[in-house]
């Protein structure tokens, strides 16, 4: 059990770590950009939200298996997929959890408003040293939500890692899939502690937002 639940904190911490880093710039670029298109990119950006789950792991598992065109450059150097692989779920896990990221950092952005950024260029700031000076400290609760939801939201997968991993054990067994197999098992009481367990852990993230949203309210104010 120890090894199903390092599995799913190691994807959950992996896919947080890689969100952050592609999601700053997408909801910068969405945040400023007044492209006609940025709305396209956006919805886009929030079709997992509303698609799916095995849907999107329908065509990621296409996407990511041996006969795809997309996998060709790989093939070259010997890999021949990426589903059914710990590497194919943090894929999938990316582009799964990739509106939860984007979002709240999107609308950190958006509420830093230009005053900031017409001070720091009276004081000759670049717009790059504007954007590590100004835009990234005064977003930070933006990106603390991010994370928190992407880590959470990958731990509680199910459709994707499902279709996407097939639950091999050591690999891509994960705690969503494990409770699924224990109550087909009829392990009526396994299944209930880990499920109380994913419970209490969703609470507390919940609390964590609340509590995230009401310091930043008074901040504000």
Do not use: C
């Amino acid at each position: 059990m120890l090894d199903i639940l390092w599995l799913t904190v190691k994807l959950a911490g992996v896919t947080t770590a890689v969100l952050l880093v592609l999601a700053t710039p997408l909801s910068w670029w969405l945040a400023r950009s007044r492209s006609w298109w940025k709305e396209i990119v956006g919805a886009l950006v929030a079709l997992p939200i509303v698609l799916p789950p095995t849907v999107l792991g329908f065509y990621l598992l296409i996407a990511l298996g041996p006969h795809s065109p997309l996998m060709a450059p790989l093939q070259a150097v010997g890999v021949r997929t990426l589903a059914f692989t710990f590497e194919g779920l943090v894929i999938g896990s990316v582009v799964y959890s990739l509106p939860f990221a984007v979002q709240p950092i999107r609308n950190a952005f958006q509420a830093i408003g230009e005053r900031p950024f017409e001070v720091a260029a009276t004081l000759r700031a670049s717009p790059l040293d504007a954007f590590f000076s100004v835009a990234l400290p005064l977003a930070r609760p933006g990106f603390i939500v991010a994370a928190i939801l992407v880590f959470a939201h990958t731990i509680g997968e199910f459709g994707v890692v499902l279709m996407l991993g097939g639950g091999i054990p050591g690999e891509t067994d994960v705690l969503s899939i494990e409770i699924y197999r224990l109550v087909e098992a009829l392990e009526w009481d396994k299944a209930h502690q880990l499920a109380g367990l994913l419970l209490i852990f969703a609470f507390a993230v919940m609390l964590s937002l609340l509590l995230i949203e009401r310091r930043t309210g008074r901040l504000r104010t």
